[in-house]
């Protein structure tokens, strides 16, 4: 099994793209979640999927930010307009349902917005 | 609600001493704790977790925990630590039914030669 893939593995844009970053979580697992990790603010929970559908989104900072699931391998968090704030380290994670079973972590995406 | 405090933020030792990285948690609710290990550049990997049964947990790199329910903690031991434990770890609980964990801030270990 390959893990959690997730890419890019850096990405630099200007302030006021648009950013899109990818998931591609393993297989079977019926769960996946997007945590943005800083500094600052260490771990937060931006969204959680159950079954491509999503349940929580109330971690997502703003409008700017939007995720999609459209399938069982595939998702995406979506960032427009970027701007400096949102630079940090985006994780996917996936897993099988329930908090139990833990969660396989990607390698993650830095973001830079300058 | 739950909630989880690192109380160190970085963690200096010498190679070959033991160490612990300590972890307190609230819940008024039945939780699964976890230790986490982020390498440099990496994502977290998952290191040990406790959901019932014996109170004390180990992985299958020599590092252990113990759940205290008295004293609402979790602490991460490792009796003889190596250059390559050196990482940050976080500690997480979750409460028992759901989906989510809350995170700790993260103890930095750094292990010296």
């Known amino acids: 099994d390959a893990g959690v893939i997730q890419s890019p593995r850096h990405e630099v844009t200007e302030m006021g793209q648009e950013v899109t970053l990818r998931c591609k979580p393993i297989s079977g697992h019926n769960s996946l979640f997007w945590y943005r990790q800083t500094m600052m603010r260490g771990l937060e929970l931006l969204i959680y999927?159950?079954?491509?559908?999503?349940?929580?989104d109330s971690g997502m900072p703003e409008d700017r930010f939007s995720a999609k699931m459209p399938n069982a391998s595939f998702s995406t968090l979506k960032i427009q307009p970027s701007e400096p704030r949102d630079s940090a380290v985006y994780f996917c994670?996936?897993?099988?349902?329930?908090?139990?079973?833990?969660?396989?972590f990607g390698s993650g995406t830095r973001l830079t917005v300058v | 609600a739950q909630s989880v405090t690192q109380l160190d933020s970085q963690v200096p030792v010498f190679e070959e001493a033991p160490v612990e990285l300590r972890c307190n948690y609230s819940s008024s609710v039945s939780v699964y704790l976890f230790w986490y290990v982020q390498y440099p550049n990496q994502g977290l990997q998952l290191l040990l977790k406790?959901?019932?049964?014996?109170?004390l947990v180990e992985s299958i790199n020599g590092f252990e925990a113990e759940f205290n329910k008295s004293q609402t903690s979790f602490h991460l031991r490792k009796p003889s630590v190596h250059i390559s434990d050196t990482a940050e770890y976080f500690c997480?609980?979750?409460?028992?039914?759901?989906?989510?964990?809350?995170f700790g801030t993260g103890t930095r270990l750094k292990v010296l030669a």
């Open positions: 997480a609980v979750g409460a028992s039914g759901t989906y989510k964990y809350i």
């Open positions: 999927f159950n079954n491509n559908v999503p349940i929580d």
């Open positions: 406790y959901l019932s049964g014996s109170t």
């Open positions: 994670a996936s897993s099988r349902q329930g908090v139990d079973y833990g969660y396989t």
